[in-house]
């Protein structure tokens, strides 16, 4: 039992000495729920998407080594500000409630949102359309938050990830989902997707903010290195050449 | 420490207490009524019950509790579209509301567990006891009604109070099919207000006070109801 | 499907935090358990809270706290004292987390078999003039290990049942693996049929295992008033 007692602590002690070792590496964070075409996970593991190839372009831009790490949605700000990662490249928006805990770059793209229900459903975009009506929403997004400012009279639904509501949709258990729009597109592209199509889109600058931003923490020296790389992979065509086979339009936005 | 958020939150944090406390309740009661079949068919039965009492036991007591969550509510409602005519049907409000799916998982967890339990609790009541019933002209549904089962239920009192601790700690669980109970309101309120310690501390200082509640009530019953003796 | 790869590095992880919390979580069980039957009132009240503790608060929570809290609390303890902070991987995290919390069922599970053992044997060992360390050797553990068997492989089962819970601080260990491949093909009932199916599998190999391992501790022992 001794000998048994004193492996275990030999080995514990070398597993934290190996997790200790300082890396130079920025360590970006990521939910690996599927957020097509920006983010999905691959059946053989590897993350790909639009803004994975961003990242990536980002991260040669800055010359430095990059690693994804896979977090939960709802803890990408508190693995931020606790020091588990350094940068969250999850489609977050820059809004001023986020911009109170962290920090972000420059925006380095910009869709709309939109509401999407079923082809035969008379809901748009007004609000008045949704009374009485499920509307599900990712939770502590700029979706969720427009749903609650502006269609108070619909009960809300509050889902962990993009693709639960979406599925909940199919199902029918809810009338609407308020998404982006880009997000969507696979989605409605999909068997399941037949069911639904886009009723309108949704604006509030106020609430969506200007686009999406890398999460940064508050004084971090990455926010000029990054902003510098954004800069530099748009001058140079990196931004357009990743973009062309996804989008069709300047997702940078106006 | 910051709690600023607490009285923006008060009617959210009220209301998912009481939405914990009555999964348990529900899961609890309709898990035991449950459980009570399952045990005793362990027991006695014909092969034709025990073996599936048995297979459900060990089915819900080998897998992950939110697995059958999840199973429960996305699964099932992955076939919805593909039964016409359900969204009109008189149990739609059921199937497509998150409550009742928390409900049956809990339910059929409870069930697994405690019929294990009432299964060993039927068998050690002292066949004496059931000799002398049969001995007096007891019927066997008067056997079971008035000795073996408040027999059995004497012996899995004290078990009992552990048994809603540890539902009131799967709770939480439910959170991730949408059913703001009390651990999905401290979600809510970490999500939004970027604050990770107080929400978390003030729930978990929420459930101690629920334990507290059971652990005291059932003193109070147990010494209410004559002990088990033998 | 091809989701097969993704599924088996889920189930290997999943093994890997249950085991090293098991583990983890029986050695706290042996220090709590010695310390709440030798110990003094100011180590068994702290134990006793320590047990009371994690018994009344749901895991989840406790996973959350220890998750976001422990790692910030380690970092700056290390920053006071000069070190540099780490990066604690979410392995070793998840073990940490789930192995205190198994160490407070385990500290009972262990007094229970430790104060269970017939005080006879104890008493023969000590007149046959064994020292402190042959006696715990020889007839203790021996006469404990049947003992805290039953109560020992009930916490393996619950451990790697709620390494399920680290799917929702995003430990992509095999129930988050199971939800993110449901999520991207949509073959929602098919993934979580086969997530059950394999956690059932563990489930009962784990069982004979310890019917095994019951039996075999068992040799040789009288039946201690069953």
Redesign the interface.
Known sequence: MKKLKSVLLGSAASLVLVAGVSQAEIRIGIDPAPYLPFSAESASGQLEGWEIQIADAICAAMNEDCVWVKTAWDGLIPALTSNKIDAIINSMSITEERMKTIDFSNKYYNTPAVIVAPKDSNISADAASTDGMYIGVQVATTHANYVEAHMGSATIKSYQNFDEHNQDLFSGRIDAVVGDSMAMQPFLESTEGQCCEIKGDLHDVAIFGPGVGVGLRKGSDLKAKINAAIDQIRADGTFDRISKPFFNFDIYGG | MEWYWLGEYAPKLLSGTWLTIQLLVMAVFFGMLLAIPIGLAQVTGPKIFSLPARAFCTTFRGTPLLIQLWLLYYGLGSLFPYMDGIRSSFIWPYLRDAFPYAIVAFTLSVAAYEGEIMRGAFKNVPKGELEAGIASGMSRFQLLRRIWLPRALQNVMPTLAGEMVLTLKATPLAATITVYEIFGVGTIIRQETYRIYEPLLLIAGVYICLTGVIVVLFHWLENRVPKASG | ???G??LF?GLLATLEIAIGAY??GT?IGFAGALGKINGGPVTRFCLGTYTT?V????????I??LY??G??LV?EVLMSLGY??????GL?AGIVVLGVVQGAYSTEVIRGALQAIPKGQLEAGRAFGMSRWTLF?RIT?PAMIPLALPGMSNLW?IVT?????L????F?EL?LT???????T?Y??EF??I??AI??SV??ISNLCFKWLERRSSRGMTSLGH
């Open positions: 499907m091809g989701w790869d993704n590095y583990l983890l050695s503790l018994r009344a608060v749901p895991e989840l929570v406790l959350l706290l976001y809290a790692t910030a970092n540099r902070p780490i990066d604690i991987s070793i050797r553990i089962l049942k709620d390494t399920a819970l799917a929702v601080v995003g992509q129930t199971t939800r993110v491949a449901a999520g991207t949509r929602y009932l979580f049929l997530a059950a956690y059932l489930t009962l």
